[in-house]
């Protein structure tokens, strides 16, 4: 488990994250449409099936958001900053 030290620096490495609570990352996508939106799930759900690290993933027309933190450790890890970064990633062109 990260603390908040680290888990600015982390921050500082990414565009648009937030950790709320001190032990989530969160941020949240939008899209022109569902299709676009349901796409992006999909490879963010094959890269945290590959990183095998699962986030909370909510999403509808036109937006997606990303919950991500490591439920074994009770916060937020190393691994949750991969996911996120993955997840920009699927998301950017």
Avoid: M
């Avoid at 888990?7 to 299709?35: M, P, S, T």
Wanted: overall charge negative.
């Amino acid at each position: 488990r990260l603390n908040q030290d680290r888990i600015d620096e982390g921050l500082e490495q990414l565009d648009g994250w937030a950790c709320i609570a001190a032990h989530h990352l969160v941020k949240r996508y939008d899209f022109a449409n569902f299709v676009d939106a349901q796409a992006f799930v999909n490879k963010v759900g094959a890269a945290a099936e590959e990183q095998d690290h699962h986030p909370e993933i909510t999403f509808g027309w036109g937006y997606a958001q990303i919950e991500i933190y490591t439920h074994s450790a009770g916060g937020i890890t190393a691994k949750d900053f991969q996911l996120a970064a993955a997840a920009d990633k699927a998301y950017g062109p």
